[in-house]
């Protein structure tokens, strides 16, 4: 049964015993075994006596998860939240201090470079290897060599050893291994980080095809688009504990917020959405400025508007109530909150459908529930139907800046191109203000003094339709001019 849990990991702790002296490590545990035999105080006070000579670091605390057959899952967390201690005890090269691991299946694992293999042997040797460890008779080994052998494109070096191989050709060798031999479950450690661009797309199509055969993906990973691009679900590790477990966008999105916190930009300064404006405030104060701060030309992003023009009707007929309530799809402090977006064409009409390299304007209606004072961006990403990120888009030939009260409703409106291939696509988009006030403080753009104050993830999808002289080299697709004349006939020089 494809929904039957192929990994059970149940409490799974793993502790790490650190000494306070070289010396503590022989006097301690023959201290805790005398204390056995002794009765009473005494044992006690010894017990006490060894236990001062150490303390437990615990790895991995108490950490319970399930995976289906079929099932992508990542692992993120920063470095030394325990991703890897627990990719170790899932493959059995490392033992939890307690609790429990189930695994219905052959575990094939990259945990890393050159694991498993014999820097002596040849690589084609160190396949053969690999093959008996993941309990393959050399006959089938044989029979797959062939795959090997093409996936890893290392050429006349698999007859070399491996202790000559750079960390790449070492990765290419023991990902073609370990995907060519029918595993169940598949564990990837970051081993794909050292691989050239066109080996690691290699890589990343041939595990989509082993998770629709049905392979169990365990992925770590510290790129988060990946993560979102391949797994359904994941797990988040925070300190050797289990910060959250669950569909793979929202787990991502918590950890990239938790992130930028740490890096000292504000997202969420509470769950509470913020509370509906109630009335107008005086058109006093309200100020929107905008200034020049670049001759550079267009980069495809028209200026921000946000002015006395009038919004298109339509604006406030569709709304993004579906996202309103959605904590999973929107985030920020809601000091400014986006109530409605509208994605006209390039005759002021609200669609959906643009050819390439269209011209698409974003309307938005915002409402001010704090008293705000601040230079303001909005700012927009394109990303692909699998959420892997494209290209961004905002104004960055102008500084535009907002002062207004609790109440205020605005308009906003900003225009870019599509140079994409034909395809559906996702908008997020969101608007912030800066700490202090300033985005740009001695003139430079810095954005760690970014204060979030509303980011929809999914404002928009849009399809790009099929162009006829469109090749698919990419998803982005940037137009040039080509022009090919003949020249003039050159007549012969004449005979000497």
């Keep these: 049964m494809r929904d039957a849990p192929v990994i059970s990991v149940e409490n799974v702790s ?67 939240a325990g991703k890897s201690t627990l990719l170790q005890i899932i493959a059995r090269t490392l033992q939890p201090t307690s ?127 990946t993560v979102r691009s391949i797994c359904s679900r994941a797990l988040w590790l925070k300190n050797g504990r289990a910060e959250m477990w669950g569909e793979a966008k929202p787990v991502a999105r ?88 509208l994605c006209t064409d390039v005759r002021g009409e609200p669609a959906t459908q643009f050819g390439f390299n269209d011209t698409v304007t974003l309307h938005y209606l915002l409402t001010v529930h704090q008293e705000v004072d601040s230079d303001i961006v909005i700012g927009i990403r394109i990303k692909d139907t699998k959420d892997n990120f494209l290209y961004s888009v905002q104004d960055i030939t102008r500084q535009h800046r907002l002062t207004a009260s609790p109440g205020t409703r605005l308009y906003a409106r900003t225009s870019f191109r599509l140079p994409l291939t034909h395809d559906k696509y996702l908008i997020k988009t969101g608007i912030f203000g800066f700490a202090e006030g300033e985005s740009r403080p001695g003139g430079q753009y810095d954005y760690s003094r970014a204060v979030l104050w509303d980011i929809v993830e999914d404002g928009c999808v849009i399809e790009v339709m099929v162009h006829p002289a469109m090749p698919l080299v990419g998803p982005v697709h940037a137009h040039a001019d080509l022009l090919v004349k003949p020249l003039p006939e050159v007549s012969a020089s004449p005979s000497a």
Excluded at 53 to 73: C, I, N
Excluded at 295 to 323: K, N, V
């Design 14 to 80: 793993k502790a790490y015993r650190i000494w306070a002296t070289p010396s503590r490590r022989l006097i301690s545990p023959l201290s805790e075994e005398a204390a056995r035999w002794l009765p009473g105080s005494l044992g006690d006070g010894l017990r006490r006596h060894a236990r001062a000579g150490y303390k437990d670091f615990y790895a991995l605390e108490k950490v319970s998860f399930e995976v289906k057959r079929g099932e992508a899952v990542g692992i993120i967390g920063r470095n030394g």
């Design 99 to 225: 609790g429990s691991v189930r695994i219905n299946g052959r575990v094939a694992a990259l945990l890393e470079l050159g694991a498993g293999f014999n820097p002596d042997f040849t690589g084609r040797e160190n396949v053969f290897l690999s093959g008996a460890v993941l309990g393959l008779s050399q006959k089938e080994v044989e029979s797959r060599f062939a795959e090997i052998a093409a996936f890893a494109d290392i050429g006349d070096f698999i007859e070399q050893p491996v202790k000559t191989y750079s960390s790449g050709m070492l990765m290419r060798l023991a990902f073609a291994v370990n995907t060519c031999v029918d595993p169940d479950i598949l564990i990837v450690d970051e081993a794909l980080s050292v691989g050239d661009a066109p080996f690691q797309a290699k890589c990343f199509r041939r595990l989509r095809q082993l998770i629709d055969k049905g392979v169990s993906l365990l992925f770590v990973s510290h790129d988060i688009g």
């Design 254 to 341: 918590e950890y990239e917020k938790f992130c930028w916190q740490e890096q000292g930009v504000v997202l969420d300064q509470g769950n509470e959405p913020a509370p509906a404006a109630t009335a107008p405030a005086p058109v006093a104060h309200v100020a929107v400025a905008s200034r020049e701060v670049a001759d550079a030309e267009s980069t495809g992003a028209s200026a921000i508007r946000a002015d006395h023009a009038e919004p298109p009707p339509d604006l406030f007929r569709s709304t993004l109530q579906h996202l309103l309530h959605n904590d999973t799809a929107r985030y920020g402090t809601r000091a400014v909150t986006i109530e409605n977006l």
